[in-house]
Every structure is written in structure tokens, then in C-alpha cells.
């Protein structure tokens, strides 16, 4: 059974208690469907499929939730990876609005799954706190109203006050407060989901890397190390951590990390410094993101970089991050840090869609991913089993090449920049 060792050393695996150790694949079955990845993604996209009927095997390179979905922030709330105004000027008010409805529409879906499906443990708090550094209580007004009149979504203002009675750092100056924002365990919601696939007869084949894709009759068939499937349709969901399966979905994406470290208990200490139960991102472009554990743990998130390899000293990076900010914490001890990566396309929006006849993509949903996996996740299948077409919305952000390792300098400069442009504003602003 267990088998959690194979996991990324992370809070979430330690924690994850006995779940099964799936087997390789080892016939040549054929399904109607053949979903690649059993991250979030892959999770929903195949759970939905076989809510309404069709055959699913699910294919996964190391272990169910192995990659970012079982190893981030845990924060659901509305909205992309990418700026919504962006969104919105270029889609246009209407389907730009839409677009943003569906983004809460994914958010709701896991909070539905977590409630339909019993899944123990896994929501562990309400609500989200976007926290400004900068002090500017004008510009946060604005943007709370901008929220409701661009997207009809309501947001509550919290002055200077106010925040640091929750928030209690001087960094803070107002904040917004989405009441429906929740947070999770990720890796736990993972396993919720697969086990219920497999309950609706859906196979999940784990240490299964899908190699090669070729047309089959009227299908694919995808070729593993172990054996071959065909299916009349492949849904790709490997995000930043496949490069050749279809290369030009992978040169479309860059593998962008961010990193978390938790805290070892400190319910007492933690009082003195954050008092709210929800979660909290500061609103500069590459921020810091923090929630209270169940048990009186922080998690703390931050960086950005297309650096790949794990620093050497990241635990001592995160932890001073979290005491520029709170340096009553000064006793915290660190229980763990880990990386993981994102894939990111240029546009900073995810990829979703049909590729070719009968082969589909979902990908690239960024730091921005609890809640448009799952929105992809039901998109694809209405499209593949209804021949729904909400997925269209999305069909102006396309797979333009990220540049490969140039690519990767260029949004390596381009998050320095942003976050010496955060450091400015945040310096003029008081
Ligand atoms: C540290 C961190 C913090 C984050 N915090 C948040 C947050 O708080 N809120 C939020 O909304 N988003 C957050 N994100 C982003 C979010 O986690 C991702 O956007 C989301 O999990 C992506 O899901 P996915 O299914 O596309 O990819 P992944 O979860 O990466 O899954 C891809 C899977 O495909 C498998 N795979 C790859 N190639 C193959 C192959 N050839 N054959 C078979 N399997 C293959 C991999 O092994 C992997 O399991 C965070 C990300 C990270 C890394």
C-alpha cells in the first residue's frame, strides 16, 4: 500500500497517510479516452469523462499528483495566471467576463468535489486576503470597484487598520478580501479525486511515461515503456514536466518554479503575528503567499525563477522572506522546503483545446492552477462528450514558441525587472 517515499520531499507527502501504490501498465487496453498526466488536469479531465459514460485510462509518468498539483500553495480562488485586463481587452468585455466566470466556476467545482465526495481533511480554511504593500489606499478602492463593475465579482476593502489587526506587519497597508476563496490540501484533494475515478471504473496506471504518439484507425494509439493504448481520444495534461511528447505544446510552455517552506508547530507564536484563518497573497507581481496550517503550521510561498535545480539553501531563503515581513517569527523552525515547477506560456494563460482530430490539450495554467484545472478539466469533457464549445473562449491564446533557453533569459529578466519594479513602487508609495 503506501508508498508516499516517491513523492517529492514536501509537507503534503509526509502527511498523506496510506494511499494505494498504483501498478504500471501492462495490457494494451482500448479506451474511448486516454488522458496523459494525473496531475489536477489530467484528475478532473478524466473524472468528468466518466461521469457521463465513456472509458478512461489515466497514465501518469511517477505518482498521482506528483507534480505542481501536489505540491503548491493550496489556494483556490477566481481568476488566471495571467492579468485580467489583458484578458479582458483581448477578448473583449463579454467572453472576457465569461472567461472569468468559468475561472469560478472551476473554483466552485472543488469545492463541490470536496463536499460530494467526503474528502477528509483536505479544506482547510476560507476565505483569501490580497494584502498591498504599497500605500496607495485610492488605488486599492479602485480596484475593489474595477472588480465589480469589469467582472461582477464583489470584493471587501480592508484599511490599513484593519489588516494589520490580521496581518500584523508593518508592510501592510489596506487589503481585499474574497470571502469565497478557500484553501486546501493539495496532494489530499489529488487522491480524493483519483480514488473516485477508479470507483467509476477508470484505470490510473502510475510509473507509466507515455513515449510516443501515433493516429491509430480512427484514434491514437500511445506507446509506454510497458505497452501500447489505443483510444479514440488523447487528452494531453502534462504540463511543465514533458518535453517531447508533442513538442509543439512543450516549446510553447517554460518550466517556471516557485518555492514554499513550512513551519514546524508554533500555534502561539503564529497569534502574534497572523489572527485570520484564510489565506494570503501580497499583491506584488511575484509575491509572497502564506496560509495557517491545520495544527498552528505556516506555509509560506514566494519566488519566482526559471531556475530548475532546488537551492541549496532554500529553507534559510524562505524563511527570511517570512521574517522581513514578520520578524516576531524570529522562533519559527522550518519542517520543510520544496520547489515546484509551472509551465507558463507567454501569454501567461492556459492552453486549451483541441490539437489535431481527436487529440486535445490542457496545460499551462501557470501559478493560477486550483481553479482552471478544473475548469478545463469539465470544458474538455463537455467538448469531447456533448461537443460543447465554451472551450473556444480560449482559443486566441495559442501555442507561440516560448522562446526554448533564450526564452527562458527572457523571462528570467523579466521577473528581476518585475520585482525590482515592485521594490520601487513600494518605496514611492510611502
Ligand atoms: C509551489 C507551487 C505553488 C503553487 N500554488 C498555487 C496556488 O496556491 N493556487 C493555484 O491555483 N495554483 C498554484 N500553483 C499552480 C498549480 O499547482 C498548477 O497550475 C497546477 O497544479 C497544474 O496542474 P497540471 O495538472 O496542469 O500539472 P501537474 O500537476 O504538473 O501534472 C502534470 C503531470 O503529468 C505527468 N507527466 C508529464 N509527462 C508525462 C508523460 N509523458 N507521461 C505520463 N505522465 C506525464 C507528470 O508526472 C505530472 O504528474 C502552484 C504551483 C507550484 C509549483
Redesign the pocket.
Known sequence: MNATTDYPNSYYAETLGDVPKRSALADNPDVDVCV?????????TALELLRTGKSVCV???????????????????AGF?GSTSDMLNRLGRVDGREAYRLSIDGMNYVRDQIRDLKMDDVLDGNGEFHVYRQNDTQAVLHECERAKVDLDHDLLFHNTQDTRSLMKSERYHNALYDPNGF?IN?LKY?HGLAEEIERLGGDIFED????NLTRSGVGWKVS?QTADITAHHIVL??????F??YPSISRAMQPV????MVTHPMAELLDQAITTPA?I?DTRRAGD?YRRLPGGRLLW?GRITTRQSKPFHLAEMMRRDMLSVYPQLNAAKTSHA??????YALHSMPLIGQVEDGLWM????????????AM?GELIAGAITQGDDRYKLFASYKRNWAGGLIGRAGVQTKYWSMQLRDKFDETVSH
Open positions: 496523459i498526466g494525473a496531475g489536477l488536469a489530467g484528475l478532473t497514465l501518469e509518468a511517477k505518482r498521482v499528483g506528483w507534480g505542481a498539483s501536489g505540491l503548491n500553495g493550496g489556494f483556490v480562488s495566471a484553501h493539495p489529488c507509466t511515461k507515455a513515449q509506454t495534461c502534462t504540463s511543465a514536466y514533458d517531447k511528447l518554479a516557485t518555492y514554499v489565506s497573497a503567499y510561498g520544496w520547489a515546484g515547477l509551472m509551465g490542457a496545460t499551462a495554467f501557470g501559478g493560477h492552477g486550483l481553479n482552471t484545472t478545463a
